[in-house]
Structures are given as structure tokens and as C-alpha cells.
């Protein structure tokens, strides 16, 4: 396969807190390059339901997705997928079992406390940090461990509020790192984190080398929840996935891995 520009993380209207059509998110895409997008909205759950899709809206979703893909396809591929909240006690198998591309698997919330919404930023002044990092890395671990997923969202996400860790980072993801290797999984360069105070890519430039290391792989995401959010940053993430050490990424059909190169600076 050419090499290709991959954005696997994409939302939609029915989660509720985003906007812009459906097809004004591929032609977004077609428009930035994008040879394979994926549209990977949130799943519902039965937990903090006001922030996406009921289950009586799959099937519409995933049928305008497959429509799409079909209207599309001479000019690039697109696949369907869902971003997964791990919540132990909140999953259900109408969306583990859902035949789809890909599953991305995401840590929102530690004991029900959504860190990633500014709504409920104050949670942090009560807590000590390092503990938390603690928490969300071993909740990374076990979503990893379930064996129910393709891709790790946003693996760092913790730090968007920059809320870092005073215990080196390589220390506290460990455990995960192993477990997302473990379970075969890929981890996202997700280009979201440019556009919150932390001002950079999820994971950090130091995580995404020890990946490279032990040899995990990666795929992109804009995590775009506007049309205009589609390919984001892409050149910067690409750039960063270069620099430590990949020349590849990884799209999945049917949750089964393919590998595409990664285009060049002068393609970016």
C-alpha cells in the first residue's frame, strides 16, 4: 500500500457535544489529504449519557457510515469504528460485539470523575497527582487487558489540564505500556492535546519513544469534533512519529491489522 495520510478519530452530532455534518467531516478530510479516515464516535453507555449516542442510534450511525464509505470510495477509504469509554461496571457487549473496523479504547473517567471535562477541573485541587496518574495508568492497563480492543486513546490524556507528574512518567505508564503490548494494541498520536492547555500531541514525545521501543504501533487521530478539527496538526504528528522512529501506522478492516507507510515530509 502507498504511503498515506490515516485520521481514524472522528466524532459526530450524536454525541451531542459536537457539530457539522457527517459528510462535511470527509470532504474536511478529502481536502487535507486524508487517504483513510474513520469516523469513531462516542459509544453509548449507560453512564454519562448526556455525552453520546443511545443505543437505539447505532444502527443509524453505523448505516450512514457504511453509506458513506460507499459514496466515497474512489477517492479515499473510510472506516467505522466507535471510541469506548473504560468504566468497569458501564460496559455492554451490544458495543464490544459490534461488528465494526476498529474499537478505541479511552480512560475518561477514574471512579466515575470525568477529568477531561472542565466542568469538573475543581477535583483536581482535592487530589494528590501522582496518585491519580497512578490510577489512570493502571485503568489504561486493565482496559488494555480485556483483549476487547484495537487502539489506546489518547494515552496521556490526563495531562491536558497540565497536571503532571512529579515521578517520571516512564515509571508510572510501565504496567500499561505492557499491557497495550501484550493485548497487540495501538496507541494514536492524537493531535487534540494541541488544542488544550497542554499545548501538545497525546502521548508525549517521551511515551511515544518507549512505544517505539517495545515495539508497538501506532495509528493518527484529530479526535475532530468540528469539520474543520479533521487533520489537525497532522504535519506536527507525523513529524513526531518520525522523529521517534516509525515509518509506519496501522488501520484496521474489520478489526484485523493492515500496515501503510507513513508519508515523508515532502507528502505531509
Known sequence: MKPVIVDLHNHTTLCNHAEGSMEEYVEEALKKGVGVFGFSDHAPMDFDTRYRMGFDEMAD???????????YADHLEILLGYEVDWLPGHMDCRVLEADVDYLIGSVHF??????DNPEFI?????????????????????MAASGHFQIVGHLDLLK???????VDILTLAQEALEAIKEAGMAIEINSAGFRKPIKEAYPSFT?????????????????AHAPQQVGFKQEACLALAREAGYDRAV????????????PDGTES
Request: net charge positive.
Open 61 to 71: 450511525y453505523e448505516a450512514r457510515t457504511l453509506a458513506l464509505k460507499k459514496q
Open 251 to 262: 488501520i484496521y478492516r474489520k478489526k484485523e491489522p493492515l500496515f501503510v507507510p507513513l
Open 122 to 142: 475543581g477535583r483536581y485541587q482535592e487530589a494528590d497527582i501522582d496518585t491519580l496518574w497512578r490510577t489512570y495508568f493502571s485503568l489504561v492497563a486493565d
Open 110 to 115: 477514574i471512579e466515575e470523575w470525568g477529568f
Open 160 to 166: 491536558l489540564f497540565r497536571h503532571l507528574p512529579r
Open 207 to 223: 511515551l511515544l519513544k518507549q512505544a517505539r521501543a517495545m515495539e508497538i504501533p501506532i495509528t493518527f487521530g484529530s479526535d
